[in-house]
Nanobody
Framework: QGQVKESGGGLAQPGGSLRLSCTAA????????MAWFRQAAGKEREGVAC????????YYSKNVEGRFVATRDNAANIVYLQMNSLKSEDTAMYFC????????????????????WGQGTQVTVPS
């Protein structure tokens, strides 16, 4: 577990798309849920999406549901966050986090439940 690293952030126009990627250590990657969080300037970190170990279930915050999709490729140790129909309010630093549980659970959006974090990748959508 651990050694989490995000990539793929950048500048996108309103209504546009970006895909974020997240890699983690190979050891038992397919045994842990992965989540995406974001933190805008001056705001608390919020849960965006969570996907369980085998990719069979995923969860989203109300702010992004229907626009963002989380997927994972366990053979390549990668988790993706496809972000569509981007809005200015999606501007934030996006973080990938690895759980110590297989499933996302009821409290998946609580950062305290995720011990392993990447350093983040910036997404900017101008207004």
């Amino acid at each position: 577990q651990g050694q989490v690293k995000e990539s793929g952030g950048g500048l996108a126009q309103p209504g546009g798309s970006l895909r974020l990627s997240c890699t983690a250590a190979e050891s038992q990657f397919d045994r842990y849920a992965m989540a995406w969080f974001r933190q805008a300037a001056g705001k608390e970190r919020e849960g965006v999406a969570c996907i369980r170990d085998d990719g069979s279930l995923d969860y989203y915050s109300k702010n992004v549901e229907g626009r963002f999709v989380a997927t994972r490729d366990n053979a390549a140790n990668i988790v993706y966050l496809q972000m569509n129909s981007l809005k200015s309010e999606d501007t934030a630093m996006y973080f990938c986090a690895q759980s110590t549980f297989r499933a996302c659970g009821y409290g998946w959006a609580d950062p305290e439940d995720f011990p392993y974090w990447g350093q983040g990748t910036q997404v900017t959508v101008p207004s």
